[in-house]
């Protein structure tokens, strides 16, 4: 595996390819009584539009808050984060909201899927929240669980579904959209190696169709599968490495 400088690293993320993902500075900290708890500490890095990262960490490092900040679901004490170039800081609750629905997509460690509804029901959700029609949200809907290999399992129920297949219909769900961003958060921690082996492949041929993947990792194995991962510990970046080798053009 070849490691190059952040400073290097940095300089050649910003040629070629405009940033999706602009990070500077970047701290998060909470108040524990009359102690100040620092989970992110000066995290500096950008990512590039079409990218594959993996962000790699142990329990307690800080990529879980990193992620959430990322999804718009947390926001920094201090620092910058853009999103498409937009300072994510500068927005309301009810824009923060909107860009989570419409320009990021999220794929959990616990899928989040909805029991009582099929799998053709909480792929559309994305779509219906943001008041498309439901004709238009259900083809949608139905076209990402082929993409995903579930075209046979559209009615089926949560419950109805292995464990990698609840897998798919969160991608289907976090897909349909189509957002500029999925974030992926340990998408193999609940699964056995088989099926966390077909998610893994799954996401290597979204990855190859354009879209720009963020993936929350504690394991070197799965991180090893993005282009880059960048390392945390203590709530710092401690490095940026490359996984592949890019081929000239």
Known sequence: METTALSRETADLS?????????ENLVKEYEMGRQTLRVLDEVSFEIRRGEFVAILGPSGSGKSTLMNILGCIDTATSG???LGGQDIREHTEDTLAD???RQVGFIFQKFNLLPRYTALHNTEIPL?????????????AREMLELVGLGDRTHHRPIELSGGQQQRVAIARALVGEPE????????????????QEIMDLIDLLHEKGNTIVLITHDPHVAERAERILRI????LVSDERTKLEVAG
Not at 15 to 23: C, D, G, K, Q, R
Not at 128 to 140: H, M, P, S, V, Y
Not at 233 to 236: E, N, P, R, V
């Open 181 to 196: 961003l999925l974030l992926a958060d340990e998408p193999t921690g609940n699964l056995d190696s088989h099926s966390g």
């Open 99 to 101: 860009i989570r629905n």
């Open 15 to 23: 040629t070629e390819t405009t940033a999706l993902i602009a990070v």
């Open 233 to 236: 510990a203590d709530g710092q």
């Open 80 to 82: 910058t984060y853009r």
């Open 128 to 140: 219906i929240l943001r008041g498309q029609r439901r004709r238009e949200a259900t083809e949608k």
